[in-house]
């Protein structure tokens, strides 16, 4: 029989709360709301909102909520985890070296990265000779940079691409700016930039002048989007999409631009800041709290169809040969013989 947990207490809720205000206020990546949030985090616990919970979970979630409510930013999270805030300290149990190097002789965030392929969960070939790639999640590129060049190697005879992103949380830069160089010919130069708020520096990611492949220039590219496409998966479509690079298919996606810190609050509670906000170097901004927007709006379900229907009709009117164009159409009359699905 499990031990029961012990019930959050008033004085750790206000130990909590105080701690969340102290990481926030020198921190959040907008300084100039800082103490509009801090008041408002006041103004609710002053009211009487979190007296009545005594669970832990529920709690945090309370917190995460009014975070939203107040900022509007989705990456702010508060999170119940005293075991994940235990594994961050050094170890106090009298463990030896040699016991905790063995305990860690299997990476397992790679481990479980190599089961997923490293994010690339489909990669195929649809009629019309339109290439597809569904990735879910960037990889630190040191370990995911030999599948992305295979995935490019396999597709670039196509003659038109569809990169499916909308169930790609996010994941680690630069691996983004590497994948994106594949539409930019050599010495293009800046992807993007950024601004530090704790550091106060601004620092640039670039896109790469050296890649293990051939480019894939002059032909149709469309990234389909939708609510669940997150964080650095939207850095790479709004990227795109902003460059000229690419049509963005689906749906809006989350809008969440912003990098993050962990910070703890105490030994169950940790808070996660947004700390740092992108600068595109067209649009002067990001996609905070917009998300980035279609060009084709459509269901998430309908998207990979819908966007296999643009390429062909682009592949039909850059076409200058009757015989190839005549394939194009033929491909494209078959599919339209394949009703799109209802909207979801």
Request: zero cysteines; proline letters at 3%.
């Amino acid at each position: 029989m499990g031990v029961a947990k012990e019930r959050l207490s008033s004085t750790e809720k206000m130990i909590v709360i105080e701690n969340m205000k102290s990481a926030i206020e020198p921190n959040y990546v907008f300084a100039d709301q800082t103490d509009g949030i801090i008041q408002a985090l006041d103004e609710r616990a002053r009211s009487g909102k979190y007296n009545s919970i005594r669970d832990h979970e529920a709690f945090a979630e309370a917190l995460t909520h009014d975070l939203l409510e107040i900022t509007n930013n989705k990456h702010f999270a508060v999170v119940y985890n005293p075991g994940f805030i235990k594994a961050r300290r050094a170890p106090d149990d009298g463990t030896s070296v040699d016991q905790a190097t063995e305990t860690e002789a299997i990476d397992w965030n790679r481990w479980y990265a190599v089961q997923d392929n490293y994010g690339f969960e489909k990669i195929e070939i649809l009629d019309g000779n339109i290439g597809y790639i569904k990735l879910d999640f960037f990889q630190p590129l040191d370990w995911v940079q030999p599948t992305i060049d295979a995935t490019m190697g396999f597709v670039r005879n196509t003659d038109a691409l569809i990169i499916d992103l909308t169930e790609n949380g996010g994941g680690y830069s630069p691996t983004d700016a590497y994948l994106a160089s594949f539409f930019f010919r050599e010495g293009s130069g800046l992807w993007s930039s950024n601004y530090n708020r704790p550091t106060g520096e601004s620092s640039s990611v670039e896109l790469f002048d050296e890649i293990n492949g051939e480019r894939y220039l002059n032909k149709p590219v469309y990234i389909l989007v939708s609510a669940n496409t997150f964080s650095l998966a939207e850095r790479l479509a709004y990227g795109m999409k902003h460059f000229g690079k690419a049509v963005i298919v689906g749906q809006t996606s989350a809008g969440a631009a912003h990098a993050i810190e962990i910070a703890e609050l105490n030994d169950n509670f940790f808070i996660q800041i947004p700390i740092i906000y992108n600068i595109h170097p067209v649009t002067k901004t990001d996609w905070e709290g917009a998300g980035v927007i279609p060009d084709v709006e459509v269901s998430k379900n309908n998207a990979k169809q819908t966007a296999h229907r643009h390429a062909l009709d682009k592949l039909i009117e850059l076409s200058n040969h009757e015989r190839i164009k005549q394939r194009y159409v033929d491909i494209r009359a078959k599919l339209e013989a394949s009703p799109i699905k209802a909207t979801q």
